[in-house]
């Protein structure tokens, strides 16, 4: 049965368009019939990702006001002919895309796509709520700590507006008055209209400047200490693949990889081990399943 999958996160520029991409391209590699609907009205990419801009006739928008039919909108891609874009409108705004359409149009793909994979925009607004109308699996980053750092940029932003637009009236309104018993020349007037747009956007820029999260650099410097990379010299495939296995069932070991093209090891120890003292027993294992091998501490 056909499944719809709604790539998400209510913050942008985390890789959506991306896994969309990926993931289409690799259920197509596997001889899936996909379909792919980049629902990012207004700001499309995911035609740029799969190299198909150049190829674009017509789009979502115009499948759902009638224009066309979905056959004429569709962008085959040029690999793999299983694996077909309905791009959206660059010049329209999420709003011409309702919930309801958009389901109608899934129920119309399911006939003929095994998956219809569906790129959605950031934030929670009607972009998002059409997208996930039609979803049977919903792909997203659930980590609860990011909506105490989405709130932290929102109070910080907000902030910043009410001191743009305070210090801008403060500055006009002192100009105006210095102005009205004729202190004021020329040079106030330009800093009292550009002087305080240039003010106005330096400071709005300290809303970039969001601290580190504590707790994700705790995470990170956790990591960092329990997960290492290793260099590694192995003749074959198979080799690598029975040298990642005797890494994975040493103990102490809570997970290994081997890149058998990149001659590298990553691993990631258990809390408490002694990488160390783990490594030496995983170098002694992969010995045992392949004498050839080596492991470099």
């Known amino acids: 049965m056909s499944e719809v999958i709604v790539v998400t996160s209510?913050?942008?520029?985390?890789?959506?368009?991306?896994?969309?991409?990926?993931?289409?391209?690799g259920l197509a590699m596997r001889g899936q019939k996909v379909v792919l609907i980049d629902t990012d009205t207004g700001l499309r990419n995911l035609d740029l990702l799969l190299g198909l801009e150049n190829r674009i006739m017509y789009d979502l928008v115009d499948v759902i006001e009638g224009r066309v039919e979905i056959k004429k909108a569709l962008v085959r891609h040029k690999k793999f002919d299983n694996l077909q874009l309905l791009p959206t409108s660059q010049v329209k705004d999420k709003s011409a895309v309702n919930p309801a359409d958009l389901m109608v149009l899934c129920d119309e793909l399911r006939k003929e796509y095994d998956y219809v994979i569906i790129d959605c925009p950031a934030g929670i607004e009607q972009g998002f709520q059409t997208a996930i109308a039609a979803a049977d699996v919903v792909l997203m980053d659930d980590n609860p700590l990011q909506i105490a750092k989405a709130q932290r940029l929102a109070r910080k932003t907000m902030r910043i507006v009410r001191q743009n637009i305070w210090g801008s009236i403060g500055i006009k309104v002192l100009v105006l008055m210095l102005g009205a018993v004729g202190i004021a020349n020329m040079w106030a007037a330009i800093f009292a209209d550009v002087g305080v747009m240039t003010l106005a956007v330096l400071n709005a820029m300290r809303a970039m400047m969001l601290p580190k999260d504590v707790d994700e650099e705790q995470k990170n410097r956790k990591d960092r200490e329990t997960m290492k990379t290793y260099k590694i010299d192995v003749d074959c495939a198979n080799c690598a693949n029975l040298m990642e296995e005797a890494a994975q069932n040493t103990p102490g070991i809570k997970s290994a990889a081997v890149n058998f093209m990149a001659l590298k090891m990553k691993v990631e120890f258990e809390e408490g081990a002694d990488p160390k003292q783990v490594m030496e027993n995983v170098r002694a294992n992969c010995k045992k399943v392949e004498e050839d091998c080596e492991v470099f501490i």
């Open 10 to 25: 209510g913050k942008g520029g985390v890789g959506k368009s991306t896994t969309t991409a990926n993931l289409g391209v």
